[in-house]
């Protein structure tokens, strides 16, 4: 019996790390296990409380484990009722384990009238503040399991106070006396009830969890729904520009617009699948993938766009850019990428407040074409390094994109500017053909530069005259 507690106390605060929110998000299936597991162990320190003749030690921890259940679930509820940060569940998590804590405690030191006032004010407080979530969750999300909930909870808290006030009484006004066999077997009774409400609230909690996982399903599906859409949109976008630009060879321009839209539509075609095929996210985590979806299909509208420029020979829409800024944030943004998924390390090495006319969207088109050329190359070593080199030359900045790969014979020099060439089996051959027509729609250009050793692709732009 001696190691009891400390194993208890050790069990509880790994089972409150690992599915309260402590260590992670809170999700309907780490908290259903949060709940069902104090449940169960409620039930069984009760049941060995009883019978081992009405141990201190047992008895304390099965009420802990009761309160710890209800505690919860005033976070729980909450955040079905609306999105909670990871930091405000943790602060829940943490005062559920305080709670708790302080709740046996106060169990096992306290004894007589002092115990019976402070447990049911705890008791009373916790089980009102459950009530009061349970409600307000039914009122933003009306559904009758949610009502149910609300019921029982509401009719526990309504027992407990009665049950509770007239044991009080009773003992103040003398009629029992706390430390005689009658009062100990009045309170053992009172427990079978408020455990008996308790697995009730249990229970319609169950209805309230799969309740939440049809319609957490539901709005999944829905999610799913609207980014199928917007790939469809896309489609659409394409076939509106190829339809007003169909008298001027078509086909090289759609193989363009996909060359250059796989990467911002894959993506969202990804998290799509993601979201429809995961079990359970949680808000943090579903919210993320939303964002992502978000941001690609901003860079993808912005791509069409600024293709549709190009192939109606339009000027694009340039303004002046503070290069160096605008390369320290790109780079900043793909060097974790290229490093966890392919073991590139991507580098900046640039001259301060190099300013040029340009466009954003385009120029970071033709950066990730070549840093992507420069990564493909590098495949078969499964390593390398990237270095991307910001100086300026006279009136021009110049941009060098260097990699250690295997290096292009010069004789290819300028061949692979060359529509429809590929270096690549799966290549298309349009990638670096595009890249120099952005750039000499910059008045500028694009070009391989000869190196001992790896590949350097050259752009350069004129600077900003004023």
């Known amino acids: 019996m001696d190691l009891i507690l400390p194993l208890v106390l050790l069990g509880f605060t790994g089972l409150c790390l690992a599915f309260t929110g402590l ?24 049941g060995a409380y009883r019978l081992f003749d009405g141990d201190l030690t047992l008895g304390a921890v099965a009420k802990m484990m009761g309160q710890s259940n209800y505690a919860f679930l005033i976070i729980f509820l909450r955040s079905q009722r609306k999105t909670l ?46 009530a009061l979530e349970s409600w307000w969750l039914w009122r933003a999300q009306p559904h009758t399991t949610r009502l149910l909930l609300a019921c029982l909870v509401s009719l526990h808290w309504f027992s407990e106070f009665l049950g509770r006030g007239l044991l009080g009484w009773n003992a103040w006004q003398g009629l029992v006396d706390m430390q005689a066999p009658g009062w100990t077997d009045a309170t053992v009774d009172w427990m079978w009830v408020t455990f008996f409400l308790g697995f009730g609230v249990l229970l319609a909690l169950a209805g309230v969890v799969v309740q939440s996982l049809r319609e957490d399903k539901d709005r999944l599906q829905s999610l799913v729904q609207q980014v199928e859409g917007m790939l469809q949109e896309k489609e659409s976008l394409v076939m509106t520009l190829l339809a007003s630009n169909a008298a001027r060879d078509a086909e090289p321009q759609l193989a363009s617009l996909a060359h250059e839209l796989r990467q911002p539509l894959g993506a969202i075609q990804l998290n799509a699948e993601y979201l429809a095929n995961a079990q359970r996210l949680s808000q943090e985590e579903e919210s993320k993938v939303l964002q992502d979806i978000l941001r690609e299909n901003h860079r993808a509208v912005a791509i069409v766009q600024g293709l549709r420029n190009l192939f109606i020979d339009n000027a694009p829409k340039q303004l002046v850019l503070d290069l160096s800024n605008f390369l320290e944030k790109w780079v900043a943004l793909q060097a974790p990428v290229l490093l966890t998924q392919f073991g590139v390390r991507l580098s900046l090495r640039a001259q301060a407040r190099v300013r040029v006319l340009a466009s954003a969207v385009q120029l970071e088109m033709v950066l990730q074409n070549l840093v992507n050329n420069a990564v493909e190359a590098m495949a078969s070593s499964g390593a390398g390094s990237i270095e991307v080199i910001l100086l300026t030359d006279g009136n021009q900045a110049q941009v060098d994109v260097v990699d250690d790969g295997p290096g292009l014979p010069p004789e290819l020099h300028e061949k692979v500017f060359e529509m429809s060439y590929s270096t690549k089996t799966q290549g298309m051959g349009l990638g670096l053909w595009l890249s120099r027509r952005i750039c000499l729609m910059h008045r500028g250009h694009l070009a391989c530069v000869t190196r001992p050793a790896g590949t350097c692709m050259r752009l350069t732009l004129p600077l900003d005259a004023g």
């Open 85 to 130: 940060s990871f930091a405000a569940q943790r602060q829940g998590a943490w005062a559920v384990l305080v709670v708790s804590l302080v709740h046996l405690s106060l169990n096992m030191t306290l004894t007589g009238p002092w115990q019976m006032a402070v447990m049911s004010l705890q008791v009373l407080v916790l089980i009102g503040w459950v």
């Open 23 to 46: 260590y992670r998000p809170m999700s309907l299936g780490r908290s259903g296990v949060f709940l069902l597991a104090t449940s169960m162990l409620t039930a069984l320190f009760y």
